[in-house]
């Protein structure tokens, strides 16, 4: 699930029971494998390596694990995978980007479709959607990391484009192409994030009903499941208001 300050109120669910922690550390594996094996297995000399491990650490995968991903990548391990990526509607008109990596274009498109209609949705085309977003770095700091002004500050300092903070952490935004910079320079004013990653960022989302929310969340939950889906990022908000009638 695309961790934008709009979402949190639902990100609860991730990881939420040993069952999900499992698939969790599966999908992060999967990650840092294929990320070390496109680049370099050093995480100083590879960005997305570097980001992969950075996310495991938040998720609290243990080193054993991690370490077994990177040699994994260099036994050969990881070379079948690559990436796909398919747009979407959910319920209440929701446009949804789904990233995933797989060894089997026909399974993956085949569940994805099947998980869409299933609940509530349907996929579409190539660039049916992602004209609705934008390609950002986003670098998590949890809130006691340090107060609004200094993480505004440190962030300014290191290029970032935007800051947005709350009670609960710090969401720093760069370009795409100065993620790794800024979260280097970042990591040597704040400490080690909580997570550094590329999402999609949508401009304008779409506030749900209780009913339409409702059946979003069944359907993120779906596509969560998937061993192959890695990241599904959209233009929506659920209300806390909302959130807190579905969690009755």
Known sequence: ?????????????KGAQ???????????????????KMGLPDPDMNPRLRSAIATARAHSMPKD????AVRKSQAGEGDDY???RYEGFGP????LIVDALTDNRNRTVAEVRTIFSKNGGHLGESGSVNYLFE????????????????VFEAALEAGAENVESDDEVHEIYTAANDLHEVGKSL????????????????????????????????????LDDDDDVQEV???????DEVMEKLEA
Do not use: C
């Open 65 to 68: 694990n991690i370490e077994r």
């Open 233 to 239: 990022s959209g233009n929506y908000n659920v209300p």
């Open 92 to 95: 209440g008109g929701v446009a």
């Open 187 to 222: 990591e040597a004013a704040l400490g080690e994030p909580q997570s550094a990653k590329l999402i999609w960022h949508a401009g304008d989302q779409i506030d749900l009903d209780e009913e339409n929310a409702g059946k979003l969340l069944k359907l993120l939950d779906a």
């Open 135 to 150: 390609r950002k770095g986003l670098i998590i700091y949890p809130a006691a990391a340090a107060d609004e002004e200094t």
């Open 18 to 36: 040993d069952k999900k922690r499992s698939k969790l550390f599966s999908k992060l594996s999967k990650e840092i494998t294929v990320a070390a």
């Open 82 to 84: 690559e990436e796909v």
């Open 1 to 13: 699930m695309s961790g934008h300050s709009k979402f949190k109120n639902i990100m609860y669910r």
